[in-house]
């Protein structure tokens, strides 16, 4: 029996070790389903009108439909349209985007932006019902950068002439 004790300890220890790696994957989750962490470009040639003018654009450019926001606020929501076949295999999902605009102290404006996956559980036949998920990693996030850099060089004035007399 003596030797059968170290053993449990040593077999106890290393499920506990287990089960506290595994652990740290959902804290990350929680932590970004309460505090998501929204990814932020500056941009120093135009405004914060034009910021949202160009970030309508670049929304349109990826197929989302703007769903609440607007200029005076400072902010967009958007969502895409219906993902996946509704299979057991691929549950159906939308990707949200939430748009935060603020003008910076130079004179350009500050885009945050935080994309959330939005999944119709396969499992649950009521109606509405799903998860939401942060994504706090995502190549939709460069995608939407590059659209809306495109969109707002189109839209920046020209560069002001000095006057001359």
Not at 14 to 34: D, E, P, T, W
């Amino acid at each position: 029996m003596n030797h059968l004790s170290p053993f449990l300890a040593l077999a106890t220890l290393l499920a506990l070790a287990g089960a506290g790696a595994g652990c740290h994957s959902h804290i990350v989750n929680l932590k970004q389903q309460i505090n998501p962490t929204y990814q932020a470009r500056t941009f120093a040639d135009i405004d914060q009108r034009q910021a949202y003018d160009a970030s309508l654009a670049a929304l349109r450019q990826m197929g989302y439909r703007q769903t609440g926001g607007g200029a005076a606020q400072g902010r967009i929501e958007a969502i895409s349209e219906m993902l996946g076949s509704g299979t057991p295999q691929q549950s159906p999902r939308q990707v949200a985007i939430a748009i935060r605009i603020s003008p910076t102290l130079e004179g350009g404006a500050n885009v945050e932006t935080l994309f959330t996956d939005i999944r119709q559980d396969a499992f649950n036949s009521r109606e509405g019902m799903g998860s939401k998920q942060p994504l706090a990693e995502s190549p939709l996030y460069d995608v939407f950068y590059k659209h809306l850099a495109r969109a707002a060089s189109m839209s920046a004035p020209p560069p002001r002439q000095p006057i001359s007399n």
